[in-house]
């Protein structure tokens, strides 16, 4: 069993769609709702095996309807409330094995907004965090688990640890995950 991490996926939500990058670039390259939602079950499912853990981090889905989507994704899924899941506890339970507020895990902290950098220096290695769409915080003690930034499918727990772990030995240098994501999408 492996464990995976995303958050962000906006199932449902056509209006993302028009979404900019601050450089200009669309935020999500996809010609329709249908073709993100395509794209994002074909990558998820091509790394999550059926007996895997995905933590998904909030905003799952704009509509009730836009749920089901989950059904055609691989693993056992565990929700981090985000800002925009505001559906009852029982229409996510057909999806999700748990719903969780903020979760410690393997001395990380997985949120849906970032948490203050003072909630949990000296007690946990960093925060895994989604909310920020394509935005990195410029601090090693923090990872985004967006799809934006992570090929729009879930991340290894062990990539993520990697990115802590290589990142501690050099805190003063300012640091960026993507080559980790580069690595593990290749």
């Not at 992570?150 to 240098?173: G, M, Q, T």
Request: proline share 4%.
């Amino acid at each position: 069993m492996s464990v995976f991490v995303t958050s962000d996926t906006h199932f449902g939500h056509e209006k993302i769609l028009t979404f900019r990058r601050p450089d200009g670039e669309p935020l999500r390259p996809f010609s329709s709702i249908e073709h993100m939602h395509d794209a994002i079950v074909e990558r998820w499912n091509g790394i999550v095996r059926p007996n895997d853990v995905v933590y998904h981090l909030g905003d799952v889905a704009i509509s009730v309807q836009s749920l089901r989507i989950l059904d055609r994704l691989n693993g056992k899924k565990i929700l981090v409330m985000g800002n925009r899941d505001r559906f009852s506890y029982l229409e996510y339970s057909w999806y999700f094995s748990e719903m969780k507020g903020v979760v410690y895990y393997d001395n990380l902290i997985f949120s849906h907004i970032p948490v203050h950098e003072s909630s949990f220096e000296g007690h946990f290695d960093g925060n895994v965090h989604g909310h920020l769409h394509c935005h990195l915080i410029n601090n090693f003690r923090y990872f985004n688990a967006c799809v934006e930034v992570n090929n729009f499918s879930p991340v290894a727990l062990e990539d993520i640890k990697a990115y802590f772990k290589a990142n501690e030995r050099a805190p003063h240098v300012q640091h960026s995950h993507q080559g980790a994501m580069e690595r593990s999408h290749s």
